[in-house]
Nanobody, 121 residues
Framework: QVQLVESGGGLVQPGGSLRLSCAAS????????MGWYRQAPGKQRELVAR???????NYADSVKGRFTISRDNAKNTVFLQMISLKPEDTAVYYCNAVIPLCSSCVGHDYWGQGTQLTVSS
């Protein structure tokens, strides 16, 4: 019932910038948190950035100062603005949302299909 769709990935040169978007749709009455994870070839999936319904943010140390997460609550959309991109940022980026199944339920993790970011000259 809930779907997350990422967009904005692609090929960018080192030092460049890119903005990822993720829109949640379906049966949603509350989104407690949204975030971005990434997985590079041969590596484990890691948290990149996360923002809660209260606006609290978390960033991986490797992206602090370069990536900014934001949200548009009215559109159930989260963004990841990336600047000063490095080759090591190359990965599949996955959108995540924590959404309860009912008004009194705990949050459930939903995932997007992923969008590829390649940073290369």
């Amino acid at each position: 019932q809930v779907q997350l769709v990422e967009s904005g990935g692609g090929l960018v040169q080192p030092g460049g910038s890119l903005r990822l978007s993720c829109a949640a749709s379906g049966s949603i009455f509350d989104i407690r948190a949204m975030g971005w994870y990434r997985q590079a070839p041969g590596k484990q999936r890691e948290l990149v950035a996360r923002i809660t319904s209260g606006g609290r943010t978390n960033y991986a140390d490797s992206v602090k100062g370069r990536f900014t997460i934001s949200r548009d609550n009215a559109k159930n959309t989260v963004f990841l603005q990336m600047i000063s991109l490095k080759p090591e940022d190359t990965a599949v980026y996955y959108c995540n949302a924590v959404i309860p199944l009912c008004s009194s339920c705990v949050g459930h993790d939903y995932w997007g299909q992923g969008t590829q970011l390649t940073v290369s000259s």
